[in-house]
């Protein structure tokens, strides 16, 4: 093995360790903002639906890399061409998704006034009905509670102010608004961030394969 292979076979480890590291982040970026997102699907404006599967394809993403760094590793440590060009291929596919996904998730999230006045709606509308429905007064309950606020705009939305208020004086709005557009612009720009450093990995692999191709080539010439 010449010294050109070994060395790029170190930097495919250490790119498969950087895919590593990034994958099991986006996985559980995704489960944390999954799980709120559920919780706070009723405050989360209709035209805006489809934000909240944007966690669901960074674990779906995560899981992926999480594999193909297991995948990189076994083709770098047994010397397999095959190997090493699969894994190639599937980062260029998945760099070609997460980028489409990051470029999505901060396009959808522009117009940052739609989106507020949007869940400024949704809020008024579980405030409405929080003592006629059950699934209002919990999802209301739960927001107030996580994010420390009371009422849409303040506490004197309520008539009667409910215990998950609290002593909280700012109002919900702004705050579900300011995490629902970190959360997103965090996701978002991990997945560009990462697709970044999935073309190195792909490029890093391709030329591991080749060396190993002449590699092999040279040795049956003996």
């Given at each position: 093995m010449g010294c050109t292979q070994g060395l790029t076979r170190i930097f495919v480890f250490l790119a498969n360790f950087a895919f590593f590291l990034v994958g099991a982040a986006l996985l559980i970026l995704?489960?944390?903002?999954?799980?709120?997102?559920?919780?706070l699907s009723d405050?989360?404006?209709?035209?805006?639906?489809?934000?909240?599967?944007?966690?669901?394809?960074?674990?779906?993403?995560?899981?992926?890399?999480?594999?193909?760094?297991?995948?990189?590793?076994c083709g770098a440590l047994r010397s397999n061409t095959c190997m090493l060009t699969t894994y190639a291929a599937i980062l260029f596919v998945i760099f070609l998704i997460q980028v489409a996904l990051?470029?999505?998730?901060?396009?959808?999230?522009?117009?940052?006034?739609?989106?507020?006045?949007?869940?400024?709606?949704?809020?008024?509308?579980?405030?409405?009905?929080?003592?006629?429905?059950?699934?209002?007064?919990?999802?209301?309950?739960?927001?107030?509670?996580?994010?420390?606020c009371c009422g849409v705009k303040g506490p004197s939305d309520w008539n009667t102010t409910p215990t998950s208020c609290g002593s909280y004086t700012t109002g919900c709005s702004n705050i579900v608004f300011d995490w629902i557009l970190s959360s997103v612009k965090v996701i978002g720009i991990t997945a560009i961030a990462v697709s970044a450093v999935e073309v190195i990995g792909a490029t890093l692999a391709l030329c591991l394969s080749n060396c190993i191709r002449n590699h092999n080539r040279q040795t049956s010439y003996y």
């Open positions: 995704g489960i944390l903002y999954t799980v709120n997102y559920t919780k405050a989360i404006p209709d035209d805006f639906e489809a934000i909240r599967y944007v966690s669901i394809i960074a674990i779906i993403i995560g899981s992926i890399i999480v594999f193909i760094a297991f995948l990189g590793c990051g470029v999505y998730a901060l396009l959808k999230i522009k117009d940052d006034n739609q989106l507020h006045s949007g869940i400024n709606s949704a809020l008024n509308q579980l405030l409405q009905a929080y003592y006629q429905e059950d699934t209002a007064q919990q999802t209301f309950d739960f927001i107030q509670e996580t994010f420390k």
